[in-house]
T-cell receptor, first 113, second 113 residues
Framework: EPEVTQTPSHQVTQMGQEVILRCVPI?????FYWYRQILGQKVEFLVS????????KSEIFDDQFSVERPDGSNFTLKIRSTKLEDSAMYFC???????????FGPGTRLTVL | QKEVEQNSGPLSVPEGAIASLNCTYS??????FFWYRQYSGKSPELIMS????GDKEDGRFTAQLNKASQYVSLLIRDSQPSDSATYLC?????????????FGAGTRLAVHP
């Protein structure tokens, strides 16, 4: 069964460093999303992406964040200058054309020291 | 502020019993409703979606939606220890295309032998 994949599974970085989290959505899906979950808290929407542009972003998704689909398969989330409070699980999700259901990848645990 | 509310639990049920999980949402224009299961340290796994008032059954799971009361529920019949997890209710305001999910904090279910 097709699934969303994410790399790396765990990323440790120093405060102020740039990180790139990578996702490969399900192959025929057209809508892509990033969510995050701080330990013990709710899953929070960050951004949705369709047709090579951002469809919607949350107030969390400030100028330090960016997304890109550099080729036909990868979808990336970049954090330019990480803060301690960016430590969280980051989940990529995708949905099919005309579909409402979103399927999540296994997540990347980001630890900012 | 659009909210999705769930009882945090833990909801403890004996093996073989019916587990009943509830969710309320604040945005009346919500169109799509989802239940995800999340094991500790893992990503959300979609188990049910429901879009119209009434019941929807899939194996041991039944989702119920009442838009007038802004209420969604999930019944798990013949509960098994492997069902022990946190169940996340998620709501979206669009019926198609890109779709921001708003999550509740989750209800922790514990099924004891």
């Amino acid at each position: 069964e097709p699934e969303v994949t994410q790399t790396p599974s765990h990323q440790v970085t120093q405060m102020g460093q740039e990180v790139i989290l990578r996702c490969v959505p399900i192959s025929n899906h057209l809508y892509f999303y990033w969510y995050r979950q701080i330990l013990g808290q709710k899953v929070e929407f960050l951004v949705s992406f369709y047709n090579n542009e951002i469809s919607e972003k949350s107030e969390i998704f400030d100028d330090q964040f960016s997304v890109e689909r550099p080729d036909g398969s990868n979808f990336t989330l970049k954090i330019r200058s990480t803060k301690l409070e960016d430590s969280a699980m980051y989940f990529c999700a995708s949905s099919a054309p005309g579909g409402r259901e979103q399927f999540f990848g296994p997540g990347t645990r980001l630890t900012v020291l | 502020q659009k909210e999705v509310e769930q009882n945090s639990g833990p909801l403890s049920v004996p093996e073989g019993a019916i587990a009943s999980l509830n969710c309320t949402y604040s945005d009346r224009v919500s169109q799509s409703f989802f239940w995800y299961r999340q094991y500790s340290g893992k990503s959300p796994e979609l188990i049910m979606s429901i879009y119209s008032n009434g019941d929807k059954e899939d194996g041991r799971f039944t989702a119920q939606l009442n838009k007038a009361s802004q209420y969604v529920s999930l019944l798990i019949r013949d509960s098994q220890p492997s069902d022990s997890a946190t169940y996340l209710c998620a709501v979206a305001t669009r019926s198609g295309g890109y779709n921001k999910l708003i999550f509740g904090a989750g209800t922790r279910l514990a099924v004891h032998p």
